[in-house]
């Protein structure tokens, strides 16, 4: 994993959504020695997380035990892509229609997979496996310095919640100061099955 931290970090090429995935393409990663980077979650629920260089983008690595999700959150200006290491896991994505939430597709990546994320998408990321982790290595431009105005969206209670800079993670919290705001009844959820169904 060195070298191609070194790699990066020496990168001088622009980095747009095109060039990131050139890059990215271009990794061997049957050469990646990962296991002793692989963090534990700091709480149960959580994925554990290794940010392994910010600069001139970001490398994490991230560790998925079995039944753990991302939040449900928007890309404002920021892209990336994700190869999974180890196990699999689903893309799942949104897209409003007027005042609906509607949940579209749900991909899911195996071992070697490399999984696009576009500015602009509105997605989770989750480890649907009732018993194994996946390990997968993520790249993000710009990389994510704060939270601060990132949106996240509950499907359940149909809020959205706005990010302050005191967010640590991306994700539905009851500390104090998580959010700038959160908007109540902000849209009508629309599960897969029942879009699939129409
Ligand atoms: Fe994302």
């Known amino acids: 994993m060195n070298d191609l931290i070194h790699k990066i970090k020496s990168s001088k090429t622009t980095i747009n959504y095109n060039s990131l995935g050139e890059f990215v393409k271009a990794i061997n990663f049957d050469e990646l020695k990962y296991d002793e980077l692989v963090n534990e979650p700091e709480h149960v629920g959580d994925y554990g997380r290794n940010i392994l260089t910010l600069e001139p983008f970001e ?3 991230i560790n998925w035990p079995a039944g753990v ?3 449900v959150h928007f890309h404002d200006g920021l892209f990336g892509y994700v190869f999974v290491l180890e196990g699999e896991l689903d893309n799942v994505s949104y897209r409003f229609e007027g005042d609906k939430l509607i949940e579209y597709a749900i991909d899911r990546y195996g071992k070697k997979g490399l999984m696009p994320e576009p500015d602009g998408v509105i997605h989770k990321l989750r480890n ?4 194994q982790r996946a390990i997968t290595l993520h790249f993000y431009y710009p990389a994510i310095h704060s939270f601060e105005g990132m949106e996240i969206y509950h499907l359940e209670k149909e809020e959205i919640g706005i990010l302050s800079d005191q ?3 991306a994700k539905w919290s009851l500390e104090e100061g998580h959010f700038k ?4 009844n902000a849209f009508d959820f629309v599960s897969f099955e029942a879009f699939k169904q129409n």
């Open 59 to 61: 490398c994490v690595l």
């Open 69 to 71: 999700e991302s939040a």
């Open 181 to 184: 705001e959160v908007r109540k």
């Open 128 to 131: 649907n496996s009732t018993s």
């Open 167 to 169: 967010a640590k993670t």
